[in-house]
């Protein structure tokens, strides 16, 4: 009987498909958002090595040069440019952290058993799946019709970019459209259905003792990008609702020669889609701060400060959106008000990132693939959030608008950051997740390569764009071409590296050695259980304690992993006491 | 590659990191630009050495104790929260300062007004001429006032730092004084489709004298009827779609041989006579073309009766289908061959 009750874990608990299928244990929901997410990313991804791969010449090397295929060139190019966002953008990067890791850890990490919603947690669940489905589906039409002359039924296409601006989405667009459009709105309300599930659980089921200040910045990490979840994803269901509207009844409302305005849809739409951003950062630094800290050996730096940096930007962010429009027409005085703000968001990370570089101060710092990964998150946002000033003050940024500087800003901000995050958190709770370790060296050597790759690709884009190079070309002048080349030689490197992590992941699941509870001495409340945990999470209620004291853990070697650290005598003094703080229960 | 070394070697490409100045302003955008970027430079060595040193002197080694270390310093945090946050202001400043010298034209600009529709530009003059091409006099303050036929475009010329959107239904204007001789590059910048790529124009930059003397040239009204339509197919668009030598554009039928053929509709087939021809240029995609999308953009406005009247000349005058009793008056001239 204690045999099985030591092996029993969320895993294992109840087998067959609806188990799983019907699960209302958020560890499982975690696990199934985690394979639909992870296969977005790799449809994602493939488009972008496709259209990467067409652009290594000026002129779609991919298909015969006459005309007639010139037209089909650029409209499947059109179709994968459109896609490889929408898929990356609705499907991967704004649910990937709450969605996995948040659902996985948040209860944990609370010392809880579930979130305070585990139904609701499910149906957000079958709401993306929905979404995925209808998105993927029909728009993949497109490009299997334009690439191969393949009609699925129902199979559009999509070619208006993943911001579906009017009057072209409404007028000229490929009929895929209002489908991608009705797939972003479902999937919406599965973000907005976890923020409301993550807001309630922080709320409501916060042990004794676990005071706002002593949760782990994860948790801050979610909860602000739960509040813009919230508020924000509603505006755009709406928007997108309009441009329905418009499309298939021409409201008017976006068409000037009934009235409306094309620009006042940009308005609509970047009102939801610049705090959707901080929804993808927020959570990344989030993990950034677990991964620095325990892999460090150190406290975290500045606490409080990145806490509330984080509940600033989530605040600060619903301020900015005019700064996609600062060449569409609007007035001087709305420009200037908006880069005026934009600078505002500027300072609450790079308070992060000085916070981080402190905590790796005087810490005794273990290369683990986690750790190499966040350390090339700190590299990588600190470039795409430095880039973000030449973007935000109006002079420098009427040249490099809606050229390559601007895809290569976001992709430092969106890949080198949020993906190198995602990344560190998988390997961090990985041995949490699935009881097994996976092997460090691969997982050094992937990191590394991503690394490396990653830049190639991306950092020729900013000069390619300061040069003038526009965005969303399917053919360019030939000056750009040593650009592209290179560029696109990088994104096929990361490709071989996120494969390698694949792998490194596989290799782990399957044969991986067992993982102890706590292999990398973490002292928020998910390493005080079992690895994999139990299906209620806590064989006995875990004793809150700050998260950070990472001194409460020593290293024993017999179980490769950290066992809590025999009390000692306390030191006299006054610096002793900051340092130890008592333990209330 | 050879485009691009063509480019350094003439000094077309200009530096590293921006094309050559070619406007009053572009100074000023690139002075900023240089700014932010010695500061990104700065603070991004700053991280890199601090991580750098830190991973090395403080990785992990067997046996070694743990240093003393604070969970925070307000004095630092404070400092570090200022110190970006006056930097970014002073950013700000210049920013805002250059962008209200590139949004605010003088009085006396010259006017030029930029129609784009899917997928080109069309240039009107003060004189009323309408063209394919941008010229404009050097050192002389010009405003470009951005009308749209269709959807949003972009316009942007990247040696005079300049961009706007064009957006259907408002005017949107900026403004240049251009400091550079020579032939510079216009993209469209805001996705507008099939052939957005291919919405690609040129600015040439010439003395004045010399742009005074191209304007006068405009309009072709003096020109027989035959040349005068080749002359219009040149510069109202026709030619982004329309071949005249039998080649396949796949985007609309060659006017080779057009007069007098059979055009299969899609509502049966036709004669390709003058009354057709009139139809389908007055009212576009009527009569939609087995084989093509109907992509013709609207053509009211811009050809007249006397427009529409010459370019059936000059179709008729490339068919193999006319055969007139008498040769055409005049052998034609050239006209601007594109």
């Not at chain 1, 991919?62 to 010139?70: L, N, R, T």
Request: glycine share 8%.
């Amino acid at each position: 009987m204690s045999e099985e009750l030591k092996t029993d874990n969320y895993l294992t608990h109840e087998r067959g498909f609806l188990s799983w299928a019907l699960t209302l244990d958020h560890k499982r929901i975690g696990l199934l958002y985690m394979i639909f997410v992870l296969s977005a990313f790799l449809l994602g991804g493939t488009f972008a090595v496709l259209l990467r791969t067409s652009l290594l010449t000026p002129n779609h090397w991919m298909f015969p040069s006459d005309p007639a295929h010139d037209t089909q060139a650029k409209l499947f190019y059109n179709n994968m440019f459109s896609l490889h966002g929408t898929v990356m953008v609705f499907m991967f990067i704004i649910p990937a952290i709450p969605a996995i890791l948040g659902n996985f850890m948040l209860p944990m990490m609370l010392g809880a058993k579930d979130v305070a919603f585990p139904r609701l947690n499910l149906m957000s669940f079958y709401i993306y799946c929905l979404g995925a489905i209808l998105f993927t589906w029909i728009l993949m039409g497109g490009i299997l019709r334009t690439a191969f002359n393949i009609h699925l039924p129902f199979g559009f296409g999509l070619d208006t970019g993943w911001t579906f601006y009017t009057p072209f989405s409404t007028s000229k667009a490929e009929d895929g459209m209002v489908a991608g459009v009705l797939g972003a709105f479902i999937l919406g309300f599965s973000s907005i259905l976890t923020g409301v599930n993550f807001i309630a659980s922080i709320h409501t089921l916060r042990p004794r003792g676990m005071t706002w200040f002593r949760m782990p910045l994860f948790l801050w990490a979610l909860y602000a990008t739960s509040i813009i979840q919230v508020l924000a994803t509603p505006v755009l269901a709406i928007t997108l609702l309009l441009l329905v509207a418009e499309r298939l009844l021409h409201v008017g409302i976006f068409d000037s020669s009934l009235g409306g305005d094309p620009v006042l849809f940009q308005h609509f739409f970047w009102f939801y889609s610049h705090p959707a951003v901080y929804i993808m950062i927020l959570p990344a630094m989030g993990v950034i701060s677990e991964v620095i800290s325990v892999h460090s050996r150190k406290h975290i730096f500045g606490y409080n400060f990145i806490a509330l940096s984080s509940v600033a930007l989530a605040l600060l962010g619903f301020l900015v959106w005019g700064h996609h429009m600062f060449v569409a027409g609007q007035s001087n005085l709305v420009d200037s008000v908006f880069s005026l703000l934009t600078f505002s968001v500027a300072i609450p990370s790079a308070v992060k990132v000085f916070n981080w570089l402190g905590t790796l101060y005087r810490g005794s710092i273990r290369f683990t693939p986690a750790m190499l990964f966040a350390m090339g998150f700190i590299l990588l946002f600190t470039i795409g959030g430095l880039t973000g000033l030449f973007l935000g003050a109006l002079a420098t940024d009427v040249p490099l608008h809606d050229t390559y500087f601007v895809i290569a800003h976001f992709h430092y901000v969106m890949v080198g950051s949020m993906v190198f995050a995602f990344l560190a958190g998988m390997y961090h709770w990985f041995p949490k997740m699935f009881g097994k370790m996976c092997n460090p060296t691969w997982g050094r050597v992937a990191a590394i390569l991503l690394f490396i790759g990653f830049n190639t690709t991306f950092f020729p884009q900013f000069v390619m764009g300061a040069h003038g190079a526009p965005r969303r070309w399917a053919t360019y002048p030939a000056e750009f071409q040593p650009y592209h080349v290179i560029s696109t030689i990088g994104s096929y490197v990361m490709a071989i590296s996120l494969i390698m992590v694949a792998l490194n992941w596989l290799a782990g699941l399957l044969w991986g050695k067992k993982a102890p509870a706590n292999p990398w001495g973490g002292n928020s409340l998910e390493w005080h259980c079992p690895s994999p945990p139990p299906h209620d999470n806590f064989t006995t209620p875990p004793v809150v304690d700050d998260p950070y004291n990472l001194a409460a853990w020593e290293y024993d070697a017999s179980i490769e992993g950290w066992v809590p650290r025999k009390p000692q005598p306390a030191p006299a003094g006054r610096a002793a006491a900051d340092r130890t703080r008592p333990v209330t229960h | 590659m050879n485009a691009m070394l063509n480019n350094l070697a003439s000094g077309a490409w200009g530096g590293f990191w921006m094309p050559p100045e070619g406007s009053a302003m572009a100074g000023e955008v690139d002075w900023l630009f240089f700014f932010i970027y010695w500061i990104c430079v700065f603070f991004f060595l700053l991280v890199l050495v601090l991580l750098v040193a830190f991973a090395w002197k403080y990785r992990y080694r067997e046996g070694q104790p743990m240093l003393d270390a604070p969970k925070h310093n307000t004095a630092l945090e404070l400092t570090w929260t200022f110190i970006p946050t006056l930097i970014v202001i002073v950013i700000f400043f210049y920013g805002f300062k250059g962008y209200m010298n590139l949004a605010v034209p003088p009085p006396d600009a010259y006017e030029v007004d930029v129609t784009a529709r899917m997928w080109s530009y069309s240039f009107r003059y003060p004189n009323g001429e309408q063209s394919n091409e941008l010229h404009i006099p050097v050192n002389t303050p010009v405003v470009f006032v951005l009308s749209s036929d269709d959807v949003i475009h972009g316009f942007y010329m990247p040696v005079f730092r300049i961009k706007k959107d064009i957006v259907p239904g408002r005017y949107n204007k900026i403004w240049v004084q251009a400091t550079r001789l020579g032939t510079w590059d216009i993209f469209c910048t805001q996705y507008c489709g099939q052939d957005h790529s291919s919405m690609r124009s040129h600015v040439v930059v010439e003395p004045r004298a010399v742009f005074v003397d191209w304007l006068g040239k405009l309009g072709g009204g003096s020109l027989p009827p035959v040349e005068r339509g080749k002359y219009l197919w040149d510069t109202r668009g026709c030619q982004q779609c329309h071949s005249v030598d039998g080649a396949a554009t796949g985007k609309a039928p060659t006017w080779k041989d057009l007069f007098m053929s059979h055009v299969q509709t899609q509502d049966g087939m036709h004669v390709a006579d003058e009354d057709y021809l009139h139809e389908v240029i007055t009212h576009p995609n009527v009569h939609p073309i087995a084989g093509y999308q109907p992509i013709m953009p609207p053509t009211e406005g811009l050809l007249n009766e006397k427009d529409v009247g010459d370019i059936i000349a000059y179709i008729k005058s490339i068919s193999k289908n006319y055969h007139p009793a008498l040769p055409a008056a005049a052998a034609p001239t050239t006209g601007p061959s594109k």
